[in-house]
């Protein structure tokens, strides 16, 4: 028996477009898993961000320079984690970052 391949579904959009709705529905319906970098990452950003900037910060220095980027490596290596075991999911998120940039 063939053994299907894995897949990874990134899923971007602007704020409140439905991404996580969508998201979700696609993961049931493809019995899935998916990762939304916020509730991923939001926890942590917003500690840092509150001690070093303001809370919420997504415009300063700091995020745009460190904490973006070190986010999206968050989410897509939980998805590359899977699909090492032959697991596909989504990664749903605004996709504001290069990721030819991203580490795995």
Same mark, same amino acid.
């Given at each position: +028996? @063939?053994? =299907? @391949?894995?897949?990874?579904?990134?899923?971007?959009? +602007?704020?409140?477009?439905? #991404? *996580? *709705?969508?998201?979700?529905?696609?993961?049931? =319906?493809? %019995?899935?898993?998916?990762?939304? %970098?916020?509730?991923?990452?939001?926890?942590? *950003?917003? !500690?840092?961000? =509150? $001690?070093? *900037? !303001?809370?919420?910060? $997504?415009?300063?220095?700091?995020? $745009?320079?460190?904490? $973006?980027?070190?986010?999206?490596?968050? +989410?897509? %290596?939980?998805?590359?984690?899977?699909? #090492? =075991?032959?697991?596909?999911?989504?990664?749903?998120?605004?996709?504001?970052?290069?990721? @030819?940039?991203i580490k795995r």
């Amino acid at each position: +028996m @063939k053994k =299907e @391949k894995s897949f990874i579904i990134l899923l971007g959009g +602007m704020p409140a477009s439905g #991404k *996580t *709705t969508l998201g979700r529905m696609i993961a049931k =319906e493809l %019995k899935i898993p998916f990762f939304d %970098k916020d509730l991923l990452c939001d926890d942590y *950003t917003n !500690w840092v961000t =509150e $001690r070093e *900037t !303001w809370p919420n910060d $997504r415009h300063s220095d700091l995020y $745009r320079n460190h904490l $973006r980027d070190l986010e999206y490596q968050i +989410m897509l %290596k939980q998805a590359y984690e899977h699909s #090492k =075991e032959n697991l596909s999911s989504i990664c749903i998120s605004p996709l504001q970052v290069n990721f @030819k940039m991203i580490k795995r």
